[in-house]
RNA sequence: GCCGACGUAGCUCAAUGGCAGAGCAACCGCCUUGUAAGUGGUAGGUUACGGGUUCGACUCCCGUCGUCGGCUCCA
């Protein structure tokens, strides 16, 4: 939530905390609390309940689990109490009367404490200036709050709130402290709102890229293998190599040079490194082998040391650029695992830059302009960047010599000209970072790429250069990954374009559907003819009915629908339906075929 | 990892303690079709896995694995 502020965006919306809406959700909330406290009397523990995009949630510690049906009969209760027309009532207390008044409520003895003490919100994070303790009323309930909220419960329209599910949540967010139920609801103000709100969310549900992957066939994940480990079919895996095959002509384009390297490496290597000190517990448990303990490698940086280590390098020789497209493999919790989005093992389209001192605000800016343009060659526009500064908690060297780095990237960043928050103690152990964040189809945040600033391995691991003075000098190196991880990228594309790919990059671009059996063998030939130049093509010649193939290929997705039949095979056409429903009429074949090349040239 | 829900045919889902089913997909036919599902038949199951209760378990109980929604985490 607390979050540094949005350097150099455009102030263009109304601040949400500031809207009737929030104020509608955030009441909506207090209701709900009553409508819960009412259900278990004497029992319900409240913890806090605020707005939230789209809605509100409020936490609570109860007796027992909350099922979905409890939901409806809270829900109901909610449209009664906000049917009474309560007005909301604020009153300023001081600590002992609170704590009076809230002698039950153990976690809002805990807020009573922070507020009074050390000056803490409800996220336990500081707050400035002289603090009140206030309280709102509306009907039997009273909560411990700053506000603000409507002034009566008929501004809360009773059509326009439901609530969504239950989930568990910590206590302030912290693993070690109770686990409490939460309760998602949204309020709007409008009955239409909410139903547009919903459909919203249906709609998301017919993105996501897991329900796609099993209905275009691209990928999937057996628990015969494992969880968070990919299984890439030939339609998923067709995607992915023309995305990769058209990222490493750029890499080439860019003067990088590809390297490769294997998938395990001695503990020896990674306890040098740092990541056995510091990243441990992302790693998959050691392999003995022959004595020698070996670990699957969480990332590739140590491997591409050891390439640039192979030889004394000058200062003439940097930069050096390696790429390699490195897969690795990292423990995650088996709670956070999510399709293709957050895995166990996976691609990255990993580079390593070496470099004098000197040029490192000219790479760091190469790489921050690659990576845009790559992502906008697929199509994304719409991306959040992000500078992580040092974690307090997990860093190798001296805070001061973090200052410089992240520094550099923020010049970099304001040189972009591209709008960026600051993500307080979110770096890696080994420097600053620069990330580029998706959205996906549910509103969730995913980073794809990232731009590392690392002055700590080249140390670590003894990187030098021989500079101009003959001298060894310590080169600057910067870990970046553009699409960030093949996996993770094929989620978020999939999602961007809800399965249908733009022409350049989708698997079968065309289908030819000869209308009767009597038109395969043209439609057959046609078909060569277009692989010949270079289409993705099928011919579907089963004994269904045009309309069904039709219907089918519409369901895949398929940019172009080719229909055969009497008139085509004697005019040498081809009759083109685009996926859009768009029908085109009968055309020459080389006209088409124009067309698809234009549009897969435009990449669109 | 934590809280909760869920796990039945390739997919989507029925069957609330008493004979495991449907649609789609697959396979074999028939139809030879003009812009989103032609039609008949056949086959398909250790009901995730392991244990327990019961005359009898898809159904109830326990454990494991996995999935989903959150939380925590996310180099």
Same mark, same amino acid.
């Given at each position: 939530?607390?979050?540094?502020?949005? /350097?150099?965006?455009?102030?263009?919306?109304?601040?949400?905390?500031?809207?009737?809406?929030?104020?509608?959700?955030?009441?909506?909330? /207090?209701?709900?609390?009553?409508?819960?406290?009412?259900?278990?009397?004497?029992?319900?523990?409240?913890?806090?309940? &605020? &707005?939230?995009?789209?809605? @509100?949630? =409020?936490?609570?510690?109860?007796?027992?689990?909350?099922?979905?049906?409890?939901?409806?009969?809270?829900?109901?209760?909610?449209?009664?109490?906000?049917?009474?027309?309560?007005?909301?009532?604020?009153?300023?207390? +001081?600590?002992?009367?609170?704590?009076?008044?809230?002698?039950?409520?153990?976690?809002?003895?805990?807020? %009573?404490?922070?507020?009074?003490?050390?000056?803490?919100?409800?996220?336990?994070? &500081?707050? !400035?200036?002289?603090?009140?303790?206030?309280? =709102?009323?509306?009907? +039997?309930?009273?909560?411990?709050?700053?506000?603000?909220?409507?002034?009566? +419960?008929?501004?809360?329209?009773?059509?326009?709130?439901?609530?969504?599910?239950?989930?568990?949540?910590?206590?302030?967010?912290?693993?070690?402290?109770?686990?409490?139920?939460?309760? =998602?609801?949204?309020?709007?103000?409008?009955?239409?709102e909410l139903e547009q709100y919903l459909w919203r969310l249906e709609e998301a549900q017919r993105r996501d890229h897991r329900r796609l992957g099993k209905e275009l066939d691209l990928y999937s994940i057996s628990d015969a293998v494992g969880p968070g480990l990919i299984l890439w079919h030939p339609k998923g895996g067709m995607v992915r190599k023309i995305a !990769?095959? =058209?990222?490493?002509?750029?890499?080439?384009?860019?003067?990088?040079?590809?390297?490769?390297?294997?998938? %395990?490496?001695?503990?020896?290597?990674?306890? *040098?490194?740092?990541?056995?000190?510091?990243?441990?517990?992302?790693?998959?448990?050691?392999?003995?082998?022959?004595?020698?303990?070996?670990?699957? *490698?969480?990332?590739?940086? &140590?491997?591409?040391?050891? %390439?640039?280590?192979?030889?004394?390098?000058s200062y003439r020789d940097l930069p050096l650029r390696y790429a390699e497209w490195g897969t690795v493999y990292r423990y995650e919790r088996s709670g956070v695992l999510h399709?293709?989005?957050?895995?166990?093992? @996976?691609?990255?389209?990993?580079?390593?830059?070496?470099?004098?001192?000197?040029?490192?605000?000219?790479?760091?800016?190469?790489?921050?302009? @690659?990576?845009?343009? %790559?992502?906008?060659?697929?199509?994304?526009?719409?991306?959040?960047?992000?500078?992580s500064t040092r974690n307090p908690e997990k860093f190798a060297g001296e805070p001061e010599e973090w200052e410089a780095p992240t520094e550099a990237l923020r010049e970099s960043l304001e040189r972009a000209k591209l709008p960026y928050q600051v993500d307080e103690g979110q770096a890696v152990f080994y420097g600053p970072k620069i990330d580029i964040k998706l959205k996906d189809a549910l509103n969730r945040e995913w980073q794809l790429a990232t731009i590392q600033f690392d002055f700590i391995l080249p140390e670590r691991l003894d990187v030098t250069y021989v500079g101009e003075d003959g001298k060894e000098h310590r080169p600057y190196m910067i870990h970046r990954a553009l699409l960030g991880s093949m996996e993770r990228f094929m989620g978020a594309l999939i999602e961007h374009h809800a399965g249908a790919f733009p022409v350049w990059l989708s698997p079968v671009q065309a289908v030819l559907i000869p209308i009767a059996d009597r038109h395969i063998e043209y439609?057959?030939?046609?078909?060569?003819?277009? *692989? *010949?130049?270079?289409?993705r093509v099928e011919v579907d010649a089963r004994g269904e009915r045009m309309n069904a193939k039709i219907r089918d290929a519409q369901l895949q997705k398929v940019p172009y629908m080719l229909v055969i039949g009497d008139r085509e095979l004697e005019d040498g056409a081809v009759s083109v339906r685009l996926r859009s429903g768009e029908d085109l009429g009968a055309m020459p074949i080389d006209d088409f075929l124009n067309r698809a090349e234009e549009d897969v040239q435009a990449r669109r």
């Open positions: 939530m607390p979050q540094g502020g949005v /350097h150099m965006a455009a102030e263009k919306r109304e601040r949400y905390e500031e809207s009737e809406l929030y104020r509608i959700r955030h009441s909506a909330a /207090h209701v709900m609390a009553q409508a819960v406290m009412e259900m278990f009397p004497g029992q319900a523990k409240i913890a806090i309940g &605020p &707005p939230i995009e789209d809605g @509100f949630y =409020y936490d609570f510690d109860l007796p027992r689990p909350l099922t979905p049906e409890d939901l409806e009969v809270i829900e109901r209760r909610m449209r009664e109490i906000i049917s009474g027309h309560h007005s909301y009532e604020r009153a300023v207390l +001081t600590a002992d009367e609170a704590r009076e008044m809230f002698a039950d409520q153990p976690y809002k003895i805990e807020l %009573i404490e922070g507020l009074e003490e050390g000056g803490t919100d409800e996220y336990g994070e &500081p707050i !400035e200036g002289p603090v009140e303790i206030s309280i =709102y009323t509306q009907d +039997t309930f009273t909560d411990l709050c700053r506000g603000p909220h409507v002034e009566d +419960t008929n501004k809360i329209n009773p059509d326009a709130v439901k609530l969504l599910n239950v989930a568990g949540a910590y206590w302030r967010g912290d693993e070690r402290r109770p686990m409490l139920q939460r309760i =998602y609801g949204t309020a709007w103000k409008l009955a239409d !990769e095959d =058209y990222c490493r002509a750029q890499h080439l384009e860019g003067g990088y040079e590809f390297v490769y390297s294997p998938h %395990i490496g001695k503990a020896n290597l990674w306890e *040098k490194s740092g990541h056995l000190d510091w990243y441990q517990e992302g790693m998959f448990a050691p392999l003995d082998i022959e004595g020698q303990q070996y670990y699957l *490698k969480p990332m590739n940086c &140590p491997f591409h040391v050891e %390439i640039y280590k192979s030889r004394t390098r399709g293709l989005l957050r895995v166990r093992g @996976f691609t990255q389209d990993d580079a390593h830059l070496f470099c004098r001192p000197d040029q490192m605000p000219e790479e760091i800016d190469g790489a921050l302009q @690659f990576s845009l343009n %790559i992502l906008r060659a697929f199509g994304f526009e719409d991306f959040q960047a992000y500078l439609a057959n030939s046609v078909g060569d003819q277009l *692989k *010949k130049a270079g289409l």
